[in-house]
């Protein structure tokens, strides 16, 4: 999706767990089209259309140990070349002309990357938190000790860590 900041910059915006890698992009980085799991052999090279400026953070763990109100799957790039861009994806366009607070038997659309534009309904709020998995690539501490150590439950002689 693109959208204007109050001075009328141009950003892409998509999800943390896409461009901002999970909380893990640096300020900067590149972000390149066709991203890198999508690159084939005999198609489009990919080249940079922008760099990753901001993200919402997502805070893994269970809804006991953390503010789970406050997990957004949200990222922001900035535009190199804002005529070189398109909110297009394949026959779609993605980005909404209005946008409005989602009510229930609202029809809604989305355009994804791998599932294409589809349709659905909302049917309502969940009354309980809901758990999305996803892959974490680095662990960041502050102060940390390292210890090893061997267990027999796990593959014989196995080295274990745990960060303290």
């Known amino acids: ?3 204007h900041d109050a001075a009328g910059a141009l950003y892409g915006v ?3 767990h896409v461009t ?3 909380n893990h992009s640096e300020p ?3 972000i390149l089209a066709p991203g890198t799991a999508d ?4 198609r489009c090279d990919p080249f940079t259309i922008g760099h990753h400026f901001t993200l919402r953070p997502i805070h893994d763990g269970h809804p006991s140990m953390i503010d789970i109100n406050v997990n957004l799957d949200v990222a922001t790039f900035t535009i190199l070349d ?3 861009v398109t909110s297009m994806q394949g026959g779609s366009y993605d980005t909404p ?3 409005r607070p989602l009510g ?3 029809r809604v659309e989305k355009v994804g990357r791998t599932t294409g534009h589809t349709h659905g309904t909302v049917v309502g709020a969940s009354v309980a938190s809901v758990s999305v998995y996803y892959d974490v690539r680095e662990l960041w501490c502050e102060e940390t000790r390292l210890l090893s150590w061997r267990e027999s439950f796990h593959r014989k002689g196995r080295q274990r860590y745990v960060f303290l």
């Open 1 to 3: 999706m693109l959208a």
């Open 14 to 16: 998509t999800n943390n």
């Open 20 to 22: 901002g890698a999970c």
């Open 28 to 30: 900067g980085l590149p």
């Open 39 to 42: 690159v084939r052999a005999g």
């Open 82 to 84: 804002p005529d070189r």
């Open 97 to 99: 002309p209005t946008v």
């Open 104 to 106: 229930e038997t609202m």
